[in-house]
C-alpha cells in the first residue's frame, strides 16, 4: 500500500511559462484540500542546493492564477549537474522532512528530477511547463496556449505595417526543436509561408512560394520562421539571400524573442496548469514516482519521465496540409 506523503515540495525550473504559477497555486490548494504540508522551493535546483525553501499556505498563493512567469523564480544550475550538488540537494529536503517533489518545467528538468530521484529515492512528479510544446507525452503544455495567442497578436500587428509599406515580413517565433509554435500561429495569422526544423522547405520553393503571391497581386507578405528553421544559418541571412534574389520585395525581420514567454495566462492554460497540478499531488498519494503529468484527448494521463524526455513529439501533418491550402 502506498504511503501517503507528509510534506511535497514545488519548483519551477528552465525558462518561464504563463501558467506555472497556476500550477504552483494547484499544487499548494491540492496539498492543504489533501492535509498535506507544502514549501516552495526557490530558483529551482539551485535553490534547492542552497536550501532556498520556504513553507507555503492556500493563502500564500492568493491572485497569482492571472500572473505570468514563476513566483517560485527560475535558473539554470549547473552545480545540480554534479553528483555532489544533488547530495546537497537532498540533504536539505531531509532535514525539512520533505519526502516528495513536484517540478515543473521541460525535458532538461525532467532529466534533472528523473536522476535525483533514481539517486536518493525522493518520489518526483513532472508538470509539463514550456511555451515550446516540444514534450512527449502530452498534447499542450503549460504556456503553450498563452504563446499561440500572444504570437498571433504580434503578427497580426506586423501585417498591418507590412501592408502599408508593401514590405515582405519574416517573423521569427520560438521553436529551436520543434515547429508547433510557427506552424499553428502561421494559420492562424494567415502567414504566406510558415518555416519549420521538421519541414525543409528549401530556398528554391521559397522563392518561387514567394514570386507566385507577387504575380497573384498580393503586395506584401508574411512569412513566419521558427528559429530551429534549417534553411538558413539564421532568419537575417535568409532575408538577405530573398532580398537579393526578389529585389521587388522590401525584407524586414522581426525577431519576437522573450515576448513569447511573458503576459497573462490564457483560460485555457489557467485550467490545464490547475487540473495538472492536482493530478500530479494525487499520483505522489498513489504511490507514484517518476511520471509526468499529461493530457491527451481531454483527459490526464500519465508518462514515465524516461518516455517524457526521449520521446519526440509530433507535428499534425493535417496543419502542414491546410498550411499549404491557405498560402494560395
Known amino acids: 500500500m ?3 506523503p507528509k510534506h511535497i515540495a514545488v519548483l519551477t525550473s528552465g525558462g518561464d511559462a504563463p501558467g506555472m504559477n497556476a500550477a504552483i497555486r494547484s499544487v499548494v490548494r491540492s496539498c492543504s484540500h489533501f492535509n498535506i504540508k507544502c514549501s516552495g522551493v526557490y ?5 534547492l542546493i542552497e536550501g532556498d525553501i520556504r513553507t507555503l499556505d492556500a493563502r500564500s498563493v492568493n491572485n497569482i492564477i492571472n500572473k505570468g512567469g514563476t513566483k517560485l523564480k527560475s535558473a539554470r544550475s549547473l552545480d545540480f549537474h554534479e553528483k555532489e550538488g544533488r547530495a546537497k540537494a537532498s540533504e536539505n529536503l531531509k532535514n525539512l522532512d520533505i519526502d516528495a517533489l513536484i517540478v515543473i518545467g521541460g525535458d532538461g528538468s525532467f532529466t534533472g528530477g528523473m536522476i535525483f530521484e533514481r539517486e536518493h529515492k525522493i518520489p518526483v512528479i513532472g508538470i509539463p511547463g514550456t511555451i515550446d510544446n516540444d514534450i512527449f507525452g502530452t498534447s499542450h503544455t503549460i504556456g503553450y496556449d ?3 495567442n500572444t504570437v498571433v497578436e504580434a503578427i497580426d ?3 498591418d505595417t507590412a501592408i502599408s509599406h508593401n514590405r515582405l515580413f519574416f517573423v521569427e517565433v520560438m521553436g529551436r526543436d520543434a515547429g508547433h509554435i510557427a506552424l499553428n500561429v502561421g494559420i492562424g495569422a494567415g502567414a504566406e509561408e510558415i518555416l519549420i526544423p ?3 522547405l528549401g530556398l528554391n520553393r521559397l522563392l518561387e512560394s514567394l514570386r507566385r503571391s507577387k504575380k497573384s497581386g498580393k503586395s506584401s507578405s508574411i512569412v513566419v520562421v521558427a528559429e530551429g528553421d534549417k534553411i538558413g544559418k539564421n532568419v537575417f541571412e535568409l532575408a538577405q539571400h530573398i532580398e537579393q534574389n526578389l529585389p521587388d520585395y522590401e525584407v524586414r525581420v522581426s525577431v519576437l524573442g522573450h515576448i513569447q514567454r511573458g503576459g497573462t495566462p490564457s483560460c485555457f492554460d489557467r485550467v490545464l496548469a490547475s487540473r495538472m497540478g492536482l493530478k500530479a499531488v494525487e ?6 514516482s517518476a511520471h509526468m503529468v499529461g493530457i491527451q484527448n481531454g483527459e490526464m494521463i500519465l508518462t514515465p519521465l524516461n518516455k517524457a524526455i526521449k520521446g519526440k513529439s509530433e507535428i499534425k501533418r493535417e496543419l502542414i496540409r491546410v498550411s499549404d491550402i491557405m498560402t494560395l
Open 198 to 200: 521538421e519541414e525543409n
Open 43 to 47: 530558483r529551482g535546483y539551485q535553490g
Open 2 to 4: 502506498a504511503v501517503k
Open 157 to 159: 500587428k506586423i501585417r
Open 283 to 288: 499520483s505522489l498519494i498513489d504511490g507514484v
Open 146 to 148: 498563452t504563446a499561440l
